[in-house]
């Protein structure tokens, strides 16, 4: 059994209900193709620039995954759209790397860019007005 986990901006959430990337995942769109049904699904904020408050975040959700007998290994990390890619809330985070540091130190290997697919950001990027993904 995989859970995965969407790491969302902290500034963009404060105008996004996230509805967008909880359907995408339910339906098996965008980068959540291919989940087995039995994928548990939960979201996180990055908790503000520069990502520093993952740090306690990412070890409580460590201590949680333990107590519930579950391993890091089966945890996939999304970065939600509005984190890494060029988009209409605004350009990719500066932050990316920093944050996949963190990750990476507290032993969550698997990760992700992005979750809902916008087909107008797409349009964007294909006619060069957003950046490509990276
Ligand atoms: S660190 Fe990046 S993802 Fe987090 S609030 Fe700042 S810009 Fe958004
Ligand atoms: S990717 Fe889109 S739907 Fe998901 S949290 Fe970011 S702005 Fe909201």
Redo the contacts with the bound molecule.
């Keep these: 059994m995989k859970l995965l986990v969407?790491i969302?901006?902290e500034d963009?959430?404060k105008?996004?209900?996230?509805?967008?990337?909880?359907n995408d995942f339910y339906e098996r769109l965008g980068k959540f193709e291919g989940y087995p049904d039995d994928t548990r699904y939960m979201?996180i904020t990055c908790g503000g620039c520069c990502g520093n408050l993952l740090t306690p975040k990412l070890e409580n959700l460590g201590m949680r995954l333990r107590k519930a007998g579950l391993a890091k290994e089966d945890v996939i990390i999304h970065f939600?759209?509005?984190?890494c890619s060029d988009?209409s809330?605004r350009l990719p985070c500066p932050f990316m790397n920093r944050m996949k540091a963190l990750l990476n130190r507290k032993g969550f290997n698997n990760i992700v860019l992005g979750?809902?697919v916008?087909k107008k950001a797409e349009e964007k990027r294909q006619a060069g007005i957003y950046k490509k993904w990276e």
């Design positions: 969407i969302q901006c963009v959430v105008r996004c209900s996230g509805f967008l990337c909880m979201t939600a759209s509005c984190v988009n809330h979750t809902h916008s």
